[in-house]
């Protein structure tokens, strides 16, 4: 008797309410009396007619008949699911839960039709909600309204996992003798974007890269991975800020880009005194490229990693600078951020040198006595390029070779 609910329910109308404590009485599940029911509802008959109005409702109940008595009765709930422009998603559902299940955040996204592994909750608000059915009588459900947004802060680890202990054919490629030399090379190859590409795209490339890195032994070879190595930064066709775009095979993507530039590594320490590797993000797989860059760092760990995820950053050797930065954050003030963040290693350099990516086209300008390039690729024309008029472009890479105090070449991979 102590949980029957005397208070008038949501959705519940004041005949109704009448009806379920009257039938209740009926069937002693609370302690009021027939004069107290009458009192309560300012009924202008007595609490003996009361009580025989209530077998008469009693056998509607049963009968699931009740109904019909009131048209009032039937409160419909309105859900609904929103998409707003940030990728994010507002739901709001009428939902079954107990105390512990509004404090779990894995069944609210389940409750709500969202997987776990691609979303993630912003916020929640669950508000009681209960109602009267002949069947189940008083149910405890809740209005919950959430928002989610998608899970864009990495990859599936297990496929990650699976693919690197995977065992993969080797890239072998002959060799020929090589000359010590007192030399920097550097290897930046922006926007490559695996899953657009594919490793048969760059064989070519690759074999020509290859070469130029045993053309001599070297003292430095500098090799700049990330930078939109891959197209997407997940599985579900998104960009490092959740953007949809092209949806490409990323497990095939991420294999072949790691079987790319495991070749590049292993010929790289095996023709210079030292590597160094640095990881630029971009705005397509800031993740995902990540997570491959720490992989090449357990695979190779005698060349030196620059792993942290800083916008711009610098390299330094002999007399040369090298700033790198991907290009989409701070297009018209590069080189004004470089002198401004490592104006030092700047003035005591000799060859300074900016190099960025983004625009998939080369463009050089001399600022202030910086050289700022924007690099080429040879990725094909993905769709947003091509949307937004960056076609006719060269499709081609570039590597640099200095010396102490010079920059000697520059090496232009391309094909047909």
């Not at 990728?87 to 389940?110: C, F, P, T, W």
Request: aromatic share 10%.
């Amino acid at each position: 008797m102590s949980d029957f609910n005397l208070e008038r329910l949501q959705g519940e109308t004041r005949f109704r309410h009448l009806v379920r404590l009257s039938v209740g009485k009926l069937s002693k599940e609370h302690s009021l009396d027939w004069l107290d029911l009458v009192d309560m509802f300012g009924l202008d008959y007595s609490a003996e007619t009361l009580r025989k109005k209530s077998y008469g409702w009693k056998d509607f109940v049963e009968n699931e008949e009740l109904e019909r008595l009131n048209a009032e009765e039937d409160i419909a709930y309105k859900e609904t699911n929103e998409i707003l422009s940030n990728g994010s998603h507002k739901s709001d559902k009428l939902i079954r839960m107990n105390a512990e299940q509004l404090k779990d955040v894995d069944y609210l996204l389940k409750a709500h039709g969202f997987d776990k592994k691609d979303w993630q909750l912003v916020n929640a608000r669950n508000n009681i909600w209960n109602v009267y059915s002949t069947a189940d009588k008083i149910q405890e459900l809740y209005s919950s309204k959430i928002t989610v947004k998608p899970r864009v802060d990495g990859f599936d680890l297990d496929k990650l996992l699976e693919l690197v202990t995977t065992k993969r054919d080797q890239i072998i490629i002959e060799k020929n003798e090589t000359i010590a030399q007192d030399k920097l090379l550097e290897i930046s190859l922006f926007d490559m974007h695996f899953g657009i590409s594919t490793l048969e795209d760059y064989c070519n490339y690759l074999l020509e890269i290859v070469h130029r890195i045993r053309s001599r032994k070297w003292d430095t070879i500098l090799i700049v991975v990330g930078q939109d190595l891959l197209h997407n930064d997940n599985f579900r066709g998104q960009t490092a800020n959740g953007t949809n775009i092209e949806k490409t095979n990323m497990e095939v993507a991420f294999d072949e880009a790691l079987q790319f530039y495991e070749t590049i590594f292993k010929e790289s320490l095996e023709n210079a005194d030292n590597v160094e590797a640095k990881y630029v993000k971009g705005n397509h797989d800031e993740s995902l490229s990540y997570g491959l860059f720490r992989v090449l760092m357990k695979i190779f760990p005698q060349a030196k990693f620059d792993s942290s995820l800083k916008q711009r950053k610098a390299f330094t050797w002999k007399k040369v600078f090298i700033g790198l930065t991907h290009g989409d954050k701070g297009v018209n003030r590069i080189t004004e951020n470089f002198m401004s963040e490592f104006g030092k290693l700047i003035a005591e350099a000799e060859i300074r040198e900016v190099h960025s990516g983004h625009l998939h086209t080369e463009i050089t300008k001399d600022k202030f006595g910086i050289v700022q390039r924007t690099l080429a690729t040879a990725n094909k024309t993905d769709e947003w390029h091509e949307d937004n008029g960056f076609v006719g472009a060269n499709k081609r890479f570039q590597l640099f070779e200095y010396s102490q105090d010079s920059l000697d070449a520059i090496y232009y991979i391309q094909f047909k």
